[in-house]
Antibody, heavy 114, light 112 residues
């Protein structure tokens, strides 16, 4: 069974940093593109970033370019999202998802507030 | 970026009756490999989204056959042949044709 478990969310002040992680199991992690999607409170879904299976290609939505970095550790079956220079508008539940979003984690809440 | 526009934004459905949601993209979602990268997701209350339909018309594993997808190019439709109470939630279309992948605004479905 595919399982994706996010962690690392919490309350952070504007301008601060946070690192999200996603632990994957139940599939060959190193074979799949992996994605982060976020959902602001009461809002719709926003695709954030994606990373190729070997980590050689990464793409981001414009609003996070230069601030967020997606990475992966295939030896540990883990996906990460390093978030720097956080803004109030980054407040959201962050989901990791496999490939074309066939499978999703339960999400981790990031709140950016002073 | 490709803009995805869903209609309606809310829908009150009668159990046992059909329902449909439209999704239009600002550019063709047909890729050079011949596939059309249009997806449908359902987010039930308090849950993460779940994939219903991939590449326009393919039901994901475990999805009931009352759900069907159709369309081509820039116009797509999700149909529920007979709505059930468990179908409540917000439905999203998404394009995976090019980054950034983009979602429609969502259609909230409630049961009468």
């Amino acid at each position: 069974e595919v399982q994706l478990v996010e962690s690392g969310g919490g309350l952070v002040q504007p301008g601060g940093s946070l690192r999200l992680s996603c632990a994957a199991s139940g599939f060959t992690f190193s074979s799949y593109w992996m994605t982060w999607v976020r959902q602001a409170p009461g809002e719709g879904l926003e695709w954030v970033a994606i990373i190729k299976p070997d980590g050689s290609e990464k793409y981001y939505v414009d609003s996070v370019k230069g601030r967020f970095t997606i990475s992966r550790d295939n030896a540990k079956n883990s996906l990460h999202l390093q978030m720097n220079s956080l803004r109030a508008e980054d407040t959201a539940v962050y989901y990791c998802a496999r490939d074309r979003l066939q499978h999703w984690g339960q999400g981790t809440l990031v709140t950016v507030s002073s | 970026d490709i803009v995805m526009t869903q209609t309606p934004l809310s829908l009150s459905a009668t159990p046992g009756q059909p329902a449909s949601i439209s999704c239009k993209s600002s550019q063709s979602l047909l890729y050079s490999d011949g596939k059309t990268y249009l997806y449908w997701y359902l987010q039930k209350p308090g849950q993460p989204p779940q994939l219903l339909i991939y590449e326009v018309s393919n039901r994901f594993s475990g999805v009931p056959d009352r759900f069907s997808g159709s369309g081509s190019g820039t116009d797509f439709t999700l149909k529920i042949s007979r709505v059930e109470a468990e179908d409540v939630g917000v439905y999203y279309c998404m394009q995976g044709r090019q980054v950034p992948w983009t979602f429609g605004q969502g259609t909230k479905v409630e049961i009468k």
